[in-house]
């Protein structure tokens, strides 16, 4: 391949973006070996480029996308290194100086390096072995391949032993969540329930406070959050209704000429009391105020004059 | 290169923090993982998504992107630029693959960028975004679209020419021109 003695930074630009062609992709490699300025514009290049990427209309990713990276990632988990000390090693002979992974590269090469032909050769001389049967030669080897292939099963029943550790740590520190998170859930709900059934508790005492010695008056008090369309209604004092007829409590919408909302019938216990909780209501009404008639047994779908308790 | 913004000479503890997670993800912290993908998931997922045109392939690349680093943080190091900047160029660079339904063209290892910005730092990067896009909004319309169709979509300056009735001399100018000019808002 002809070298060139130069490549246009238009050319560079191209190549960054990849779309120069194999052949002229493999020429600009080949220059940018040898040129540390080439190298230097195509880096300059590549974070005009990052920049210009960040012009970008920008969208969030699903969530969904996240949660299955991670659970890829926990899949994948790694294995956490381990740093040990590093080991003195006291080399045969001095390693050339050379940089970084030339260094260590040299220190191995000198350890795997066989001796020398003639000190080998003079020690076979000197040491020589009594000759064996092949028999006498094989079965040492057997042992050692043996020795050898138990260690490498130890070696891999080790790793597993290690995984299952792990992973059983994992699914424990995952029982111990959920179990926590379900005892706040189930004492969140003991309280909730506690508190309905404190409200509706036809044995309940209800005691309404007034100021000095007046005579008791029907009242209501309703609590109503109306983005989750929620309402809670307790009332007390109020007078017995004739067997065919009951209560009916009404949402007046804060919109203007919006219809009143039945929200719900309930007739008193003998005592006056009577509440009426979370009944069902759309979403999202304000409410302007709440008014209670009187209805037939089976409700009405209007309010019937006159209103017997109302509070905005 | 950039110094006037502020954003080079030493790295400002919001990049260390870059730095930092890499480090962590190195030794499998899959907590330092999720930030980094809350940090960048967005950018790169918008770049694969402008450049792929479809959801489900843009989510295949923004998932394979930051698999890569979980893979091989050591594929990114700190000398390189920044993390942000280099996410943004490789989901473009893999969009594109998938665009053309080839293999990687190359190693994610060999991109270096000469910029740092400190992308970490939300602010500073939805400033630089805001810059950019000013930059980009002023230049010429031939240019920029020009940029535009080899950026994000991938056409050889031979396919533009083609497309554009413009000579091939005339497409590689009007790249290298918009790139420069965008560069020089930077520096000045």
Redesign the interface.
Known sequence: MSMPNNIAPEDLALFAMQLLSKEEAAEVAAYLERSEEARRELARIQGDLAVYAHTVDLHSPPAQVRERLMKQVAREKKPVPIERPAPVETPKRAAPMHGGANVAASTVAAHDEPEPLIGRTSRLIDDEPPKRSAAGRVFPWVGWAVAAGLAVAGGNLYRQRDSLVQERDNLHATVADQATKLDQMTADTAAARQVLETLTDTTAKRVMLTKGKTAPVPQGRATYVADKGALIFTANNLDPLPPLKTYELWLIPAAAGGAPIPAGTFRPDERGNASVILPTLPKGVEAKAFGVTIEDKDGAATPTLPIILVGA | ??RETGLVNSPPPSSQDDAGLLVLVQ??D?FA??TL??RY???V???A??VLRD?AS??DV??EV??QI??NPDSFVAAR??L???L??V???RS?DALRRQRP??SVED?????N?N?ADEAE?NS??DK??TV?HLLPVEQRKT?EM???D????SEIAEMTGDPLGTV??R??SA??T??KA?TV
Request: zero cysteines; a positive charge; aromatic letters at 14%.
């Open positions: 290169m950039y030794r499998g899959e993982m999720s993908f809350d998931s967005k950018v997922y918008s770049v998504l402008r959801p843009a989510e923004l998932q930051f698999m979980w893979r630029g920044s942000g900047g280099w943004a160029v989901s473009r660079n594109i063209t190359e991109i270096a960028l000469a910029s910005y992308l990067r630089m975004m950019a896009r980009i940029l080899a950026f994000f991938g056409l050889t300056h590689k100018t790249i290298r790139l420069m965008l560069r930077f």
